[in-house]
């Protein structure tokens, strides 16, 4: 075999995995675990497919360990979400490079990493690695919709190809510039998506005459409007607190958090603004099917985003003295998510210790995620310590945040190549670890 750079070798097999379409739904995510499959199997690293039916595999390969340390899993997903060719200047699946950016729809979210993580497990088999305890790589299908092809029913059907005491997953990795001082952002916590309904009840009649009807939509609109205003009490959570005290330098009382973050710099604020408590954005509504017909029922469906270890029920006593003694009913459409790692940790001290090398001066700080990633399955199913790190300093955070799930989706291979650095050194670390914690 020909000697080629890791970033060669990533970006081809990043060009190679864009090209694979596997818009979810439908997913056809086998495609890639087949694709990922042979470039492994090459380098000498066995995996195997577990698939809930046959087009939506996942591929689980690992280097076995010698048994006297814990495991860590880089997990990543291979799905994506559509795109628009019109959109784009480039074709969303041609993969192509051009002045040192690989195009295409997944490239940030997140086939890069995926390419990444193998070319980080192919290439420690070729030096002859041996961890202490079992290095995984986990490319699992239907993270974007999450309709238990992936990771859920791997935990649930096959828990000892994924079992783990750690774990490296998207989130962030973000580099940040703040007050002057240079921050890279690892997330190690994520907040409960909880979506709920409230059901108004009223009197159906002819819209001609408004007054012999009870008007459920109408009742309903001054709910809307309590739920849009609604400012949970902020309350500051390991990670925020960790975030502040290393970007203002102490930390503030929790209603002054936002501003004091602001002080240092807007961005820092805005980061932390939705973290402080349970955020509700209602987002759909349906009443009457005819013009003509008031309508007896108007069904709200809000947004909500839970903070890790607040309960449904907590949050449901608090929306519903809220809304008063109305007429509704009210239901919770789902709960995932609303987990957290700790943050003293020897991964955390891996994310240190790499970026103290990558960027002396630079420093690693803790984020609670509003959004949700397939971290959550592990931290719940074996409690695993799962964190989000890649690793991005030549791309502007404020660019990457625009291309995901947008258009002209693009990832330096600068950037790319850092993340194998980075994935390398964690398998390395973690793999040297006496024994499981
Ligand atoms: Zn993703």
Redesign the pocket.
Known sequence: MATVSLRQEATELLQELIRVETVNPPGNETRAAELLREYLGDHGVESAMYAKVPERANLVARIPGNGTGPRLVLLS?TDTVLADPAEWELDPWSGELREGQIWGRGAL??KGQVAASAVAIASLAREGFEPGGDLIFAACAD??VGAGFGLQWLCQEHPEAVRSEYCVN?GAGDRLVLGGRVFYVCSTAEKMSSPFRIRVHGRSGHASRPAIADNALVKAAPLVELLGRFQDTPELGPEVEAFLRAVTGGVPAPDRAVEAAREVHLLAGDLIEPLLGTSVSPTQIVASRGRNVIPALCEVTVDCRILPERTQAEVEAQLRELLGDSDLDFEWLEGHGGTRSPLDTPLWDAVEAFVADTEPGAQVVPLLLSGF?DSHWLRDAFGTVAYGFFPMRTMEPELAARLVHSADERIEVEDLELGVRFLRHAAVEVGSLPSSP
């Open positions: 997903h979210d997140m993270e974007e998207e990633t």
